[in-house]
């Protein structure tokens, strides 16, 4: 984190500042989407941003990371040490792991509810035991712990133009969106781990089960009924976005720029997953980078256009269409 962010931030301590960067450290090697979108927050909002999500990341890694060489008991062991930590860090307003640390006092800064993060370490608690959803209702419960809450956290960060009651459902809606996408492009790798996010009854519709699953990952082949249940799963995932767009009108206008963009550049996995055929049980699929830098110098002209407009109104209003992403082009536009 360069320091630049942090005196913005108004974070004099030695010890909290380097929290801090080790928050941004785990943000900009595990999310990259992310990260390249939260440059385009004003930079004292930035480092607030990484602390939600480098301990979102350290945390999931305890879950995922550890799992090639640590059984279940050990993983619970480290989940419940952090989850201590992270009450009594949260409860006196520091701590001495420093990732919790930095949360502890953007928590505070921002007025963040302690609930969401109790959520979050219950469903990542789950992961260590649960392998499959019956259905989406079930997952959907699942993903109000492990990516609703943390919509929810970001949001006291980002600010709202309306009560903050009423954005809260798009932040929400948006973070099982990002889920989602991932649980699509990641379907492969998550099998590998012994985890299937696919609803059961998703896959049952179309004649395909787990079985089927590991046996095209297994053997490279496709298989019409993979590729028609996960086509089923990108539509329900595009419906979340729309669910969460309009949204963004809601954001306070220096914010909007970045959850656009990461609004954009996550949509823009569901179409690089669609180009390659739902070929995600045998490779992933990638947002281009000219895209990926496209979508981003878009994103900083929006940024210039919204601070010209915040600092005297000289700015035009930007009206410009979300070409990348017809089906909610309008809503967020």
Known sequence: MTDRELDAAGVGDPALREAYRRCRSLNARHGRTYFLATRLLPVERRPAVHALYGFARWADDIVDALGTGADTARRDA???????????????????????????????????????????????????????????????????????????????????????????PHAAALGVAFQLTNFLRDVGEDLDRGRVYLPADLLAAHGADRALLRWSRDTGRRDPRVTSALREFEALTRGVYREAAPGLAMLEPVSRPCIRTAFVLYGGILDAVARDGWSVLHRRAVVPRRRRAAVAADGLARVVAARLRARGGDGPPDTRPLDPYPAVSEEVA
């Open 78 to 168: 480290e989940l419940s040490a952090l989850a201590r930590e992270l009450d009594q860090g949260l409860r006196d307003g520091d701590s001495a792991e420093p990732v919790v640390r930095a949360l502890a006092d953007t928590a505070r800064r921002y007025g963040i509810d302690h609930a969401h993060f109790a959520d979050f370490m219950a469903a990542m608690r789950a992961d260590l035991v649960v392998t499959d959803y019956a259905d989406y209702a079930e997952l959907r419960r699942y993903m109000h712990g492990s990516a609703a809450v943390i919509g929810l956290q970001m949001l006291p960060v980002l600010g709202t133009v309306v009560p903050r009651a009423a954005a809260e």
